[in-house]
């Protein structure tokens, strides 16, 4: 069954950097693009942009340019985000996402929990 | 950038009531758009796409309704397990946008 697991929690502080990981499996990764989805405690939910798992190309929201980045282990069906110069305004649950027919999210990862604090 | 103005924010149900969630772009997105459902803790769950289909394994007491700026989903039985949070969410432009959610609790 198609599933995209996700790592686990993270507690990191200002100025630090992360690195979350998605690992797809149950389908073709490169047939389908990986969106990013941000969800600050107890908010709704922000697209922070996506990656073409066949080309490498990331697309960023504008809320997500400069700290942001979308990565690949192709051969390992994994996407990845890593956030630098991490600040509090960070903290937050990071979904990645599958985006069928160009519109909407059919599967979802865990969300990993990104805590930042001092 | 697409706005997406859900209502209400919140409500309370009894069970077997009948819900209706509102959602409405600020301009036509011409039936694409999505509801999902959110569980404390967990990750969103694909309700409806294409504003009325039906996703696999998704009970037939959950429909989807709307066209150009203006839809809904509709639970026509309310139960226990459809305690949660529902969010819509437009599919036609970048960057893709989210309804701020609407909090559904059994009274």
């Known amino acids: 069954q198609i599933q995209l697991v996700q790592s686990g929690p993270e507690l990191k502080k200002p100025g630090e950097s992360v690195k979350i990981s998605c690992k797809a499996s149950?389908?073709?990764?490169?047939?389908?693009?990986m969106h990013w989805v941000k969800q600050a405690p107890g908010k709704g939910l922000k697209w922070m942009g996506w990656?073409?798992?066949?080309?490498?190309?990331?697309t960023y929201a504008d809320d997500f340019k400069g700290r942001f980045v979308f990565s690949l282990e192709a051969s390992a069906s994994t996407a990845n985000l890593q956030i630098s110069n991490l600040k509090n305004e960070d903290t937050a649950t990071y979904f990645c996402?599958?985006?069928?027919?160009?519109?909407?999210?059919?599967?979802w990862g865990q969300g990993v929990m990104v805590t930042v604090s001092s | 950038d697409i706005q997406m103005t859900q209502s209400p924010a919140s409500l309370s149900a009894s069970l077997g009531e009948t819900v209706t969630i509102q959602c409405q772009a600020s301009?036509?997105?011409?039936?694409?758009l999505a509801w999902y459902q959110q569980k404390p803790g967990k990750s969103p769950q694909l309700l409806i796409y294409?504003?009325?289909s039906l996703q696999d394994g998704v009970p037939s007491r959950f429909s989807g309704s709307g066209s150009g700026t203006q839809y809904s989903l509709k639970i026509s039985s309310m139960q226990t397990e459809d305690e949660g949070v529902y969010f819509c969410?437009?599919?036609?432009?970048?960057?893709?946008?989210f309804g701020s959610g609407t909090k559904l609790e059994i009274k």
């Open positions: 996402a599958r985006l069928e027919h160009a519109d909407y999210f059919d599967y």
């Open positions: 301009e036509d997105i011409y039936s694409g």
């Open positions: 969410q437009q599919g036609l432009k970048y960057p893709l946008t």
């Open positions: 990656i073409n798992t066949y080309t490498g190309k990331p």
């Open positions: 294409g504003a009325s």
């Open positions: 149950g389908y073709t990764f490169t047939d389908y693009a």
